[in-house]
Nanobody, 123 residues
Framework: QVQLVESGGGLVQAGGSLRLSCAAS????????MGWFRQAPGKEREFVAG????????YYADSVKGRFTIFRDNAKNTVVLQMNSLKLEDTAVYYC????????????????WGQGTQVTVSS
């Protein structure tokens, strides 16, 4: 498994932007599909965005399409979630996840998870 560490969360006003980063350990980062999930208080964890192993295909939840962008840099073992036009309902703990030889879709069997980073959107 790969070790994942998220960063970049914080407090932002509605309409603002944040960039989340996920740093992965190991030498086989390019063999992992990557995803971002989030969990708000009292709600189930939900898929936000995913990307395939080479960054060619990306996938988004309907709620974030057009506002969030996922991309990766395999040379730096990093996947990034750029979040624009943030809404109050985007408040959640955001998790980075990985699946070796996976697809990056919401149904992929992600088996490595980071500890999460808090994103809070205020009015």
């Amino acid at each position: 498994q790969v070790q994942l560490v998220e960063s970049g969360g914080g407090l932002v006003q509605a309409g603002g932007s944040l960039r989340l980063s996920c740093a992965a350990s190991g030498r086989s980062f390019s063999s992992y599909a990557m995803g971002w999930f989030r969990q708000a208080p009292g709600k189930e964890r939900e898929f936000v965005a995913g990307i395939d192993r080479i960054g060619r295909s990306t996938y988004y939840a309907d709620s974030v399409k057009g506002r969030f962008t996922i991309f990766r840099d395999n040379a730096k073992n990093t996947v990034v979630l750029q979040m624009n036009s943030l809404k109050l309902e985007d408040t959640a703990v955001y998790y980075c996840a990985a699946e070796r030889y996976g697809s990056g879709t919401k149904d992929a069997k992600y088996d490595s998870w980071g500890q999460g980073t808090q994103v809070t959107v205020s009015s």
